[in-house]
């Protein structure tokens, strides 16, 4: 498998504080193609968070499995891109690093590559040049059938399906070994930051941290009062500008928020509530927790066993 990563300048910002927080297929999770490895074993004690460069490699992996897939059901397919790490760190609750601010600003750049992406990449473009019934097929080749999907109930309430047949549910199956078991473990994972981010922000040292920032930022001419005032009112900003004026006015923007937060510590601040008021939660979650840190590692040792193939 070729290496090389096909980096993303696309990235979806999650709602947290510190990350940016067709007929005739029959791809299902237990017909998938067994992995290299039948059993990957990896004990407690090596149970870890993966890097993001660990990431990557899994993202990268299950891109090239999907590719193999879809050739496989006779469609055309182009491996997709994986997020770079820079892109990674966009959306955050509050940019305290500078060189990053000074050069992507709030990301802009990424939106714009990922906005190109969604229109103009060849899995776009593709399917939707097929006759009606065989851009049915690939859509179902690759996503599966809707109706048949695996339901985790998330933690913050509500539930959230995940199909069991298609070349995505195949090559995670291939990876993780069990979509069940997967799907249930990462949803819900990852699904916990509705159930503390309230918590971090109602912290009266948060508050301080937020009050000390918002002092900085008014004395250096850009009077906000929050990191999501500013984010709201930055939109408002940049209405009407062309990109290059946006873009230039984000950078300036950015820089100051960021010098700010390094400066009262709102972005340590922010990182060390978020591991406080997580780490209960986890523990509650235990055995999804486990789970979704063993499947990972699992993961990525079958991707490195694809990428020596």
């Known amino acids: 498998m070729r290496r090389a990563f096909s980096i993303s300048v696309a990235v979806v910002a999650a709602a947290c504080i510190t990350a940016g927080c067709?007929?005739?297929t029959d791809v299902t999770a237990n017909s998938a193609k067994p992995p290299k490895r039948?059993?990957?074993?990896?004990?407690?004690?090596?149970?870890?968070?993966l890097t993001v460069p660990e990431e990557m490699e899994i993202e990268y992996a299950e891109h090239a499995l999907v590719k193999e897939c879809m050739?496989?059901?006779g469609f055309k397919y182009w491996m997709g891109t994986v997020v770079s790490v820079d892109a990674r760190k966009a959306g955050r609750y509050v940019i305290d690093d500078v060189a990053w601010a000074k050069k992507y600003g709030y990301g802009r750049p990424f939106d714009e590559a990922a906005e190109k992406d969604r229109r103009e990449h060849p899995n776009v473009r593709y399917p939707n040049g097929l006759p009606k019934k065989d851009r049915i097929r690939y859509n179902v080749a690759l996503n599966g059938e809707f109706d048949d999907v695996l339901r985790v109930e998330l933690p913050a309430g509500g539930t959230i399906g995940t199909p069991r047949t298609g070349c995505w549910a195949g090559a995670q199956t291939q990876l993780y070994g069990d979509l069940k078991s997967w799907s249930e473990a990462k949803k819900t994972v990852t699904g916990l930051t509705p159930l503390y981010v309230p918590d971090i922000l109602a912290d009266e040292r948060m508050k301080k941290a937020v009050g000390a920032w918002s002092h900085c930022m008014k004395k250096s001419g850009r009077p906000f009062a929050s990191p999501d005032d500013l984010r709201e009112k930055r939109i408002a900003l940049t209405a009407g500008m062309n990109s290059p004026d946006a873009g230039k006015f984000e950078i300036d923007l950015a820089v100051t928020e960021a010098t700010c937060a390094a400066q009262t510590s709102l972005g340590k601040t922010a990182r060390t509530l978020e591991r406080a008021y997580l780490a209960p939660l986890l523990k509650k979650y235990g055995k999804e927790n486990v789970t979704y840190q063993r499947m990972r590692l699992t993961a990525l040792s079958r991707a490195q066993d694809l990428d020596s193939e």
Do not use: Y
Request: aromatic content about 0%; cysteine-free; hydrophobic content about 20%.
């Open 22 to 24: 067709g007929a005739g």
């Open 38 to 49: 039948d059993t990957v074993t990896i004990s407690d004690s090596n149970l870890r968070d």
């Open 71 to 73: 050739e496989s059901k």
